[in-house]
């Protein structure tokens, strides 16, 4: 199972795309208690693609956008329970000003700078790309959405001197042109928040997002939702 978050703060009741540390909290502690094991993207596949494989209960944490929330109130909660994550970043909104249309606090709802992306990289959490601009890599042209795809894997080696291997396509769009180019500048894997009719593979791999509306009983039926999902079906290489 992999989990997609977005923020982690204590200050948005009714935000979609915030869960209070204390939840996120009692969201860990339920999958510890249900014996899940915290592995990393890559342990995730590799365990997922091996054959015969019987591990139902590996869970990988991810989060998208890259909101500074994830170092000041995400990362701590990573480190205490010692479970990897992945960041991806949608690299043009690393360090601007700005902050998205839906929030107002220029300090509170902004993205992470580079040197902090560096340092959490540095104390081991991963960062994947989520394109350059957060478009909708089927509208726009290939040679833009392969710049999206290329640019952004480019520069986040060039920022942190790690490789950003894995890839997250905004908003889950996608289609077999789209995956090529992915596939095509070098990634290993891609993720997409879970759609119904899409075969999963390594660059289709599905999530289950965890959002601030959902209470603690919607997640729990999410998480056995996903948990019989992939009971039923394995993961192919191709
Ligand atoms: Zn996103």
Known sequence: MILAYHRINPWYE???????????????????????????????????????????????????????????????ILEKYKIPAVIFIAVMFIGIKQVLPRYKDTEKDRFLRWEEVKKMADSGILFGSHALTHPRLTQIDDSQAYNEIIKSKEIIKEKIGKEAEYFCYPFGDINQNIISLVKKAGYKAAVLTYKKNIPENLFTLRRTGIYGKNNFFIYRIKIWRTYLREKKSGLSLD
Do not use: M
């Open 14 to 76: 009714n935000d979609a795309l915030t869960v209070r540390p204390e939840d996120f909290e009692r969201q860990i502690k339920y999958l510890q208690k249900k014996g899940y094991k915290f592995v990393s993207l890559k342990e995730y596949i590799a365990i997922k693609t091996e054959k015969g494989q019987r591990q139902h209960k590996i869970c990988c944490f991810t989060f998208d956008d890259g909101f500074a929330d994830n170092l000041w109130f995400a990362a701590p």
